[in-house]
């Protein structure tokens, strides 16, 4: 089945040491998406790349950064983790065209130590 | 860009009555669309309703829109346990990017 996987499903990192969250996707979307989720709130949008043009949100902190080296992967990588970036990470998918319906991968649950 | 706003915030209801939740937003939209979130676990579309309809039916769910208002409602119909999760209004502005606009969400309780 098609579908956007997210690993690790659970991530444990410490103050300060940076981190890195995957996302794959077998749907062949032009747009991947990166959103940072806090407890019983909105999913808030970090940054997305249409194919290789990225777009970041302006309220998204120097500490987050994003590659997508091909059209299945995406990495989001926060430098230094603070207690505050504590959450959930979802990457979502769309074919950027059309209706832009999202397509979530299950999420990576970041603690931070 | 700001996101919408959703009411209410949480409701709790028992199984086979009726859900309905509803969302404001701010600037005109190509459509509009509701989530499901299960706890801890990833959005899943549910339905999709466009700025040029009114109204629109998926199995047990009816979504409405009133653009002239900027608001939509979720209805879910004979409730079952298995609809306990949070639900997000979404929002695909004219303008907007290849990005989605998230409501605050509604948590949804059904109580066995």
């Known amino acids: 089945d098609a579908m956007v996987i997210q690993n690790p499903r659970y991530q444990v990192t410490q103050f300060g040491k940076p981190v890195t969250l995957s996302c794959s996707q077998t749907?062949?979307?032009?747009?991947m998406y990166w959103y940072q989720q806090k407890s019983s709130q909105a999913p808030k949008l970090l940054f997305h790349?249409?194919?290789?043009?990225?777009?970041n949100e302006a309220d998204t902190p120097d500490n987050f950064q994003s590659r997508r080296p091909n059209t299945s992967f995406c990495f989001l990588d926060i430098r230094s983790p603070g207690l505050g970036d504590a959450a959930m990470y979802l990457c979502?998918?769309?074919?950027?065209?059309?209706?832009?319906?999202?397509?979530f991968g299950p999420g990576t649950r970041l603690t931070v130590t | 860009s700001q996101q919408g706003e959703e009411d209410p915030q949480a409701l709790s209801i028992q199984e086979g009555e009726n859900a309905t939740m509803n969302c404001s937003y701010k600037?005109?939209?190509?459509?509009l669309q509701w989530y499901r979130q299960n706890s801890g676990r990833g959005l899943v579309h549910l339905i999709l309703?466009?700025?040029?309809?009114r109204e629109k039916h998926s199995g047990r769910l009816r979504v409405t829109l009133d653009t002239s208002k900027k608001s939509s409602s979720l209805l879910i119909t004979a409730s079952r346990a298995a609809d306990t999760a949070s639900y997000f209004c979404?929002?695909?502005?004219?303008?907007?990017?290849?990005?989605?606009?998230f409501g605050q969400g509604t948590r949804l309780t059904i109580n066995p």
């Open positions: 979502a998918t769309s074919t950027g065209t059309g209706d832009l319906e999202q397509y």
């Open positions: 749907l062949n979307h032009n747009v």
């Open positions: 790349y249409y194919d290789k043009d990225f777009n």
């Open positions: 600037t005109s939209i190509n459509n």
């Open positions: 309703i466009r700025s040029n309809e």
């Open positions: 979404a929002t695909d502005e004219l303008w907007g990017a290849q990005k989605l606009v």
